[in-house]
C-alpha cells in the first residue's frame, strides 16, 4: 500500500481521485492530487514515490488518466471546467484550461468527473455541460462537442475497446451503455445495479471482455465497500468482493469511497484508488492491491 502521508504528512492530498494506470513496461503509475494538484510517480516493484510537484498552483484536479505510451498525464475537475495534459517524459504542461471546440471556436466547459482514453488513438472523451460527449484529438490537439448526449455527465469507463470498436461506459445515475467514439453513437444496456443504479467512479473490463468490475460509490463502510463483477454475455451482476473489514482488520484504515482501479494484465488483481480514514486518525487517500480468485476472472 501507498499513503499520502508517507509523501506529504499527515492530512497529505486528501484524495487521489483518478484511475491508477501501469506501464507494463516498467511498472509506473502517475497520480494527481485532487486538492493541491501534486503529481506523484509510484513504480509497482521498486515501490519507490517521488513527488513532481505542482503543475498548475491553485489547482487540484478531481480525475485523472494516464497514456503511457504517448507520455500525457490528463487532469479534469479543478471546478472551472478545464483540462490538464500534462508530459510526463519531459515534465512540462503541454495545456491547461478550458477547451475551444474546433467546430465554433467557443471555449466550453469539461465535466469533472469524465475522461476516457482511448489508447489505440490517444483521444480523450468526456462530456461538456450539457452531457454532450466530447472529444480531444491527441493527433490534431484538437477539441470537439460531439453529437451523442447522455441522460447525465459520463462517470466511468472501461480501459479497452471491444472487437467492434465500443467502450463500455456509465453515466452519473448508473445506466451502462456502449459507445462508438467513430460512430458518434450510444447503445443503451440497462442499469448497474438494482431496479435505479448506482453511480461508480471506475469501471474496468477485463482482457477477453467477458466481465466488468466496478465498485458502488454511493454505500458507506456498512455495506463493506463491494467490487462487483458484470457478465457481458449474460447480463449477470454479483458482489465478489467487500473490502472494508478487511482492510480495517489487517491495516486499521477504514475505507469509505473507491474512486478509482485498474485491472493487472493477467486479470488477477485490480490496484484500487480509495478515499478512507486511519482508525481514530485523519482522512488520507490509499493504494490496495486485491487478488481476483481465478473463477472470477476473464481468459488472459
Known amino acids: ?25 516498467n511498472g509506473d503509475i502517475y497520480l494527481i492530487g485532487f486538492y493541491q494538484g501534486h503529481i506523484v510517480s ?26 503511457w505510451q504517448r507520455n500525457r498525464l490528463y487532469g479534469v ?3 472551472k471546467g478545464s483540462v490538464l495534459i500534462y508530459d510526463t517524459k519531459d515534465k512540462k504542461v503541454i495545456h491547461q484550461g478550458r477547451p475551444i471546440d474546433a467546430k465554433t471556436g467557443v471555449p466550453f466547459y469539461w465535466n469533472d468527473r469524465a475522461r476516457l482514453l482511448d489508447r489505440e488513438t490517444g483521444n480523450l472523451y468526456g462530456t461538456d455541460a450539457s452531457d454532450h460527449l466530447t472529444k480531444y484529438d491527441a493527433a490534431t490537439n484538437t477539441f470537439t462537442i460531439m453529437r451523442s448526449r447522455l441522460p447525465s455527465r459520463l462517470r466511468a469507463w472501461t480501459n479497452q475497446k471491444e472487437i467492434d470498436g465500443s467502450f463500455w ?5 448508473g445506466d451502462i451503455y456502449k459507445f462508438y467514439p467513430d460512430q458518434d453513437r450510444l447503445e ?17 473490463r477485463s482482457s477477453d471482455g467477458r466481465f466488468l468490475y466496478y465498485s458502488l460509490s ?11 463483477q458484470y457478465d457481458t454475455r449474460t447480463n449477470q451482476k454479483k458482489v465478489i468482493a467487500f473490502l472494508a473489514n478487511y ?37 488520507i487517500p490509499a493504494l490496495f492491491n486485491i487478488h481476483i480468485p481465478v473463477s472470477e476472472r476473464g481468459a488472459n
Do not use: C
Open 247 to 283: 482492510y480495517a482488520r489487517i491495516y486499521h484504515y477504514q475505507p469509505i469511497k473507491i474512486y478509482g482501479g485498474a485491472l493487472s494484465q493477467d486479470n488477477s488483481s485490480f490496484f484500487v484508488v480509495s478515499d478512507g480514514n486511519m482508525v481514530n486518525g485523519p482522512r
Open 42 to 67: 509510484y513504480n509497482i516493484y521498486s515501490r519507490r514515490a517521488r513527488d513532481l510537484g505542482v503543475p498548475v498552483p491553485g489547482s487540484g484536479w478531481a480525475e485523472h488518466t494516464w497514456d
Open 188 to 204: 443503451y444496456k440497462g442499469k448497474n445495479w438494482g431496479a435505479s443504479g448506482w453511480y461508480t467512479a471506475f469501471l474496468e
Open 1 to 25: 500500500m501507498l499513503f499520502s502521508k508517507d509523501l506529504f504528512g499527515p492530512g497529505g492530498e486528501g484524495k487521489w481521485h483518478g484511475r491508477p494506470d501501469i506501464d507494463p513496461r
Open 77 to 79: 475537475g479543478d471546478g
Open 218 to 228: 454511493n454505500p458507506t463502510s456498512n455495506e463493506g465497500q463491494p467490487i462487483l
Open 169 to 173: 461506459i456509465f453515466d452519473d445515475q
